[in-house]
């Protein structure tokens, strides 16, 4: 039987065996991992031999539950106790397989259910307690009557005790029992020998260096079930690495030798030959063009079979966004030329999506809008994305209701492998303090992805806009050649998820110019970054439940000054994503006496976050935010504005619901006295 991934209340259900019939007072048993309980990736339930059990399995908790008719007569309550055994993972094995802790506040149990539920128990603990290599422990259970109850007589009763079923049925109603485990785990068994062999002839097996290494099972190491269970998956994962596809290791068998306390192993193993991955069929393809999903692959005919590229070109494929669900699989046997057939299955998403946007901050205002999608739009997995919205509703900074409209179209491996295009019209009207804005905007670029971690970006996008300010009114023409570079080792599946360890990097500079009153040639220079900590590494708190967040920003317009530029090309402090606390354009030079913002051309801020998660899916923050903007290209000049706060999250399957409130330190005069954040997922 191959070994399988099991829930907790499954493995519970599971009971020792053990043939006494062996020779030399060794007893062929059952191995099983009770440890599944504790985040641990594989978890097995194994049978080495198929020797009856003393008592029935009582099933899992959940089908028992379905199955156990309500009681007929007077029922019993309870409690139970597991006394610690000073080994905190027997304990919390203990604590994951016991039926009657799980079990005790489900439903009403008659006396006798409960008699039998308290004598199948000891079979499910004591494997808990073998599932460690304590295979010489002993369960003691106890059931208590309340203090000063006067019927039945006698105080306690043994779980094994032959008159407890009665016991129990002479307990007065309303009465709750007090139930006491107590285990004793005993010496701790080691590896015996240890044999592999194959399955049919029992001729010992040779593995490899590299093989021997991976398998990592030798005499002496403490006979703990996960680890001989592992050892044979191990083994298996790396002759299939190594190209044998057949490759198969078994369950072991084992023996128990009481005398030397040890456990004997014997791994049946099946290596097979080296093959190389042959014909690629792919099914389920409907909208999806064949010939695209094929370039795509990672893997091709003719490549030694690997699992780990197999699962990687998989995972590529579902990565696209127009699939359900993406499989593969091998042949039920090699090809005549002695290469692995692989059949990829396809399920396609649906092809049209309608999403909601909708946002708030007492600085930008309200912002709600809908979008429509078409996927795979030509077969070759394009996205067409229509999106409308509508903007500062309400806000502090801003003047009146705007609006941007815009469509992106999205286009993978175009113009080649590892590299996707997008195009976007757009049209915004932006209604600031600062300036009223209307513009028309074409974008396309590439990003290129240049490894896990890195990819470069560049475009090219044209703007007409006619701009407004304090009564003067002016068209602008510009043309812009954005460049970057992004490193990201977060290792996140979605941006909207928070970031708990690695960093975020992005430097970018842009060419633009700038024509209609005067040419004006200039630049924009940026570099953002962040990094989390999670307190995790000092062995404080468990993994993301505690991090700081770190974020610093640094900007300059090179080649022109202030006013030779576009208002909307200047730069600006304040909001989500420099300075909070103060309203958006509300940190830099400002005209005298207004509130209205002049922008600059040097930009640099600084953020401090701390995030705790509380439950399942309540979470806090903490923030400290500074930042200036200066009249000169060069960075850290200008006066500097401190905002601090806190927020509230709601974690969701898409990402966490954020609610932020942020107070400015040193508030510019006419400046708003506090600010309101609420989006989806962390500010950076």
Same mark, same amino acid.
């Given at each position: ?312 070109? +998989? ?254 090309? +200047? ?114």
């Amino acid at each position: 039987m191959s070994a399988s991934a099991v829930s907790p209340q499954v493995s519970r259900a599971h009971k020792k065996m053990c043939d006494q019939g062996e020779p030399s007072a060794a007893r062929r048993c059952k191995l099983r991992d009770d440890r599944s309980w504790w985040k641990v990736a594989s978890a097995f339930v194994v049978l080495l031999s198929a020797v009856q059990p003393t008592f029935a399995a009582s099933g899992d908790s959940k089908k028992q539950k379905e199955k156990t008719p309500e009681p007929i007569g007077p029922t019993v309550s309870y409690t139970t106790k597991i006394e610690p055994t000073g080994n905190a993972d027997v304990d919390a094995a203990l604590t994951s397989s016991s039926d009657l802790l799980s079990l005790q506040k489900t439903r009403a149990v008659g006396p006798f259910a409960l008699a039998g539920r308290i004598r199948s128990e000891y079979s499910r603990l004591n494997t808990a307690l073998e599932s460690f290599g304590f295979y010489d422990g002993k369960i003691t259970i106890t059931v208590d009557r309340p203090k000063g109850a006067q019927v039945p007589p006698q105080i306690s009763m043994d779980g094994q005790d032959i008159g407890l079923p009665l016991w129990l049925a002479s307990m007065p109603s309303g009465q709750a029992l007090s139930i006491k485990v107590t285990a004793k785990t005993g010496p701790l068994y080691h590896v015996g020998s240890v044999k592999l062999v194959e399955p049919d002839t029992k001729k010992p097996v040779a593995l490899s260096e590299s093989e021997q290494k991976a398998f990592g099972m030798k005499t002496g190491a403490p006979a703990v079930a996960s680890d001989v269970l592992q050892a044979a998956n191990q083994l298996n994962d790396t002759l299939k690495e190594e190209g044998h596809p057949l490759a198969k290791v078994d369950v072991p068998t084992a023996w128990l030798q009481p005398t030397s306390r040890t456990l004997d192993l014997m791994y049946p193993v099946t290596i097979g030959p080296k093959a190389d991955i042959g014909k690629i069929t792919l099914n389920g393809l409907d909208y999806t063009n064949p010939r695209f999903v094929r370039r795509r692959l990672t893997i091709a005919p003719g490549q030694l079979y690997q699992p780990s590229r197999i699962e990687d070109s +998989r995972q590529d494929l579902a990565s696209l966004g127009i699939f359900s669900t993406v499989g593969v699989k091998d042949a039920p046997k090699l090809a005549p030329d002695g290469s692995m057939p692989l059949a990829f299955s396809f399920k396609e998403a649906k092809r049209h999506t309608v999403g909601a946007e909708a946002g708030y901050s007492t600085d930008l205002g309200g912002r709600v809008g809908a979008s429509w999608t078409h996927h795979n739009l030509f077969g070759n997995a394009e996205r067409l994305k229509l999106t409308a919205l509508v903007t500062g509703v309400g806000g502090t900074a801003q003047q009146g209701f705007g609006y941007d409209v815009y469509a992106d179209l999205f286009k993978p491996d175009f113009p080649g492998r590892r590299q996707n295009a997008s195009f976007r019209v757009e049209g915004i009207r932006q209604l600031f303090y600062s300036y009223r804005q209307t513009a028309i905007i074409l974008r396309g670029g590439i990003v290129r992805q240049i490894s896990k971690r890195w990819n470069v970006s560049y475009g090219i996008a044209a703007e007409q806009e006619k701009i407004e300010q304090f009564g003067d009114t002016r068209d602008y023409s510009l043309i812009f050649a954005p460049l970057s570079a992004n490193y990201d080792s977060t290792d996140l599946p979605s941006p909207l998820d928070p970031a708990t360890h690695g960093a975020r990097v992005s430097l970018s500079v842009t060419p633009s110019a700038s024509f209609n009153h005067g040419t004006r040639f200039f630049a924009l220079l940026q570099a953002n970054a962040s990094t989390y900590f999670d307190l995790a590494r000092l062995g404080l708190t468990q993994p993301g439940r505690s991090v700081f967040a770190f974020r610093g920003i640094v900007g300059s317009v090179q080649g022109a000054s202030t006013y030779d530029i576009p208002p909307d090309q +200047r730069l600006y402090g304040g909001g989500t994503a420099t300075i909070r606390g103060f309203r958006y354009q509300g940190v830099g030079p400002q005209f005298p006496h207004s509130k209205y913002a002049i922008g600059g051309t040097s930009l640099d801020a600084g953020t401090v976050e701390f995030r705790q998660r509380f439950f399942k899916s309540w979470g806090a923050a903490a923030f400290m935010d500074a930042g200036q903007v200066g009249s000169g290209s060069a960075p850290f000049t200008g006066k500097v504005r401190v905002g601090a706060g806190a927020g509230a999250r709601y974690f969701t399957p898409i990402g966490p619901v954020r609610l932020d409130i942020a107070v400015p330190l040193n508030r510019q005069p006419r400046g708003d006295k506090w600010e309101l954040y609420i989006g989806l997922g962390e500010t950076f």
